[in-house]
């Protein structure tokens, strides 16, 4: 039988080297259970690196990336290269890599090495208590279950949860990145979609998706906006068109929904976000590149529509806060970029520089009406927004 465990630890040596993800130091089998944070929608669990003990967003569409003075702490060491990415708003960017040393996701599931992106000082990382994110390339050699009643993740090494059968699952397409990706129904049009756990909401669909599904498919296009939806890693992207839209049906593997809200994204594939977790528990075979979802009903779902919005986008830019999405119904009362300095009489100038603290403060507002005060040629001047 020892035997027998050697020649497992080689061979998985040998098959972590060859996928450029190094090292799972176990030979037996593997089944820890994580308790989780849900904070923000962002699904947090502990990890130590190199002794030191830090927090991690899981972010299954990204790749891992710790923030620079972090990354310094644990004694990363430089690849002496770079990688690109692409963010929420297809603004590319390069980052520097390194490789993390004695990583522990788990008591008994454990990487000697994992390589990382390089992130600058991010006010959202620090505000979430969080080092970085871990992308699905952490876990390329588990099978990892989301059961978010329990607010817990499973990691399973080398073999999958006991019980389940690679029948019960479907296809996944990771490509090089080991991203989640399925094949998901849009009313008999079928579209490869990223389960993204750093994703917020249901569905996000891509402008592209929406420009073939909407004349296939039943659906509704409630308004059309300029602008960017959210700051990106590189930082508030150029304007796009944007619109907020309902499709009439959806099916996420076996479970159907209905009236699915989404306002589009600019990027190449849509994604289903932390949102399907309240549906069910999610199962993610790396190894064999298996995706499973096992309902916790079997009911139609009615998803509510298109999503309640304001008809303006504020972020922080540079020092200060800026319009970053307009509206059909303010298009010819603001612009992209006009400066923002009062929000329903908050002055801005004492608010941190965070898209969470302005999600924040125009989430309490009561009511679906309020205004915002713009500085625009050293004039002040008041506007009235409405949520729709």
């Known amino acids: ?23 799972q130091q176990v030979t037996r089998r593997v089944c820890d259970t994580i308790h ?28 891992t990336g710790t923030m620079r003075d972090v990354a310094v702490d644990m004694k990363a060491t430089s690849t002496g290269t770079s990688t690109s990415v692409s963010d929420i708003n297809r603004a ?20 000697p090495r994992l390589e990382t992106m390089i992130f600058p000082a991010t006010g959202f990382f620090r505000e979430l208590g969080v080092a970085g994110i871990l992308g699905g390339d952490a876990f390329a050699r588990s099978v990892i279950t989301f059961d ?11 073999y999958r949860p006991a019980g389940l059968k690679i029948t019960d699952g479907v ?18 049009v079928s579209k490869r979609v990223l389960f993204d756990t750093g994703a917020s909401g249901l569905l996000l669909l891509s402008s592209i998706d929406y420009g073939d599904l909407k004349d296939k498919v039943k659906n509704i296009k409630v308004a059309e906006a300029i602008g960017v939806n959210m700051v990106g ?57 298996r995706f499973y979802f096992f309902p916790y009903g079997e009911e ?69 009406s309020a205004y915002i005060i713009i500085l625009k040629e050293g004039r002040e001047r008041k506007v009235e927004i409405k949520r729709f």
């Not at 978010?148 to 080398?158: A, D, G, T």
């Not at 296809?171 to 008999?188: K, L, T």
């Open 1 to 23: 039988m020892r035997d027998m465990r050697t020649i497992v630890f080689i061979f998985g040596l040998l098959v972590l080297f060859s996928a450029g993800v190094f090292g």
């Open 36 to 63: 989780y944070e849900l904070i923000r929608e962002k699904i947090i669990i502990p990890v130590t690196v190199n002794g030191i003990k830090v927090k991690y967003i899981v972010d299954t569409g990204g790749k």
């Open 92 to 111: 590319g960017t390069s980052f520097q890599t390194g490789i993390l040393h004695d990583v522990e996701l788990s008591p008994n599931y454990r990487l």
């Open 148 to 158: 978010s009643r329990e607010k817990i993740m499973v990691i399973n090494y080398p």
């Open 171 to 188: 296809r996944m397409f990771p490509g090089q990145s080991s991203h989640s990706i399925v094949d998901v129904d849009f009313g008999g």
């Open 233 to 289: 890693i590189s930082g508030v992207g150029q304007p796009v068109e944007i619109d907020k839209v309902a499709i009439g049906e959806m099916t996420f593997l076996d479970k159907k929904f209905t009236n699915v809200g989404s306002i589009t994204i600019n990027m190449g594939m849509s994604i289903i976000g932390i949102d399907m977790l309240r549906y069910g528990k999610i199962v993610i075979d790396y190894m064999r590149e």
């Open 300 to 368: 139609i779902v009615d998803a509510g529509g298109a999503p309640k919005t304001w008809n303006v986008g504020i972020l922080p830019v540079k020092g200060h806060f800026e319009v970053t999405t307009v509206w059909d119904n303010l298009k010819d009362q603001l612009e992209f970029g006009d400066r923002v300095v009062n929000i329903n009489g908050k002055n801005l100038s004492s608010v941190a520089q965070s898209q969470l603290e302005i999600d924040a403060l125009l989430d309490a507002i009561e009511g679906d």
